[in-house]
């Protein structure tokens, strides 16, 4: 079983930075690919980037160049640093994870609020 609990969300403003962790509680953290997703209010829930087991990352076009996401295996830990905030980035967001072998993400965390004033 696998526990993903995120932290660092908070209110900022535009142009500042942020960043989020996300601990995986659980066993061969170095299996998963980890996810970040985001939902706004009344907007569906997107992918923000993702990290493979051997740290090749993406990024969807909105982030690109701002966002960097990192995993640190001796802590079993993923980090989304966040640069240049946008208010357009104010949502929820969503560590997740999923094994190599299944294609969909299978685990979630609770969710941290990122809100981005202007």
């Known amino acids: 079983q696998v526990e993903l609990v995120e932290s660092g969300g908070g209110l900022v403003q535009a142009g500042d930075s942020l960043r989020l962790s996300c601990a995986f509680l659980g066993r061969s953290f170095s299996l998963y690919v980890m996810g970040w997703f985001r939902q706004a209010p009344g907007k569906e829930r997107e992918l923000v980037a993702e990290?493979?087991?051997?740290?090749?990352?993406s990024y969807a076009d909105s982030v690109k160049a701002r966002f960097t996401l990192s995993r640190d295996h001796a802590k079993n830990t993923v980090y989304l640093q966040m640069d240049s905030l946008k208010p357009e980035d104010t949502a929820i967001y969503y560590c997740a994870a999923k094994h190599i072998s299944i294609p969909s993400y299978e685990y979630w965390g609770q969710g941290t609020q990122v809100t981005v004033s202007s």
């Open positions: 990290i493979t087991s051997g740290s090749s990352t």
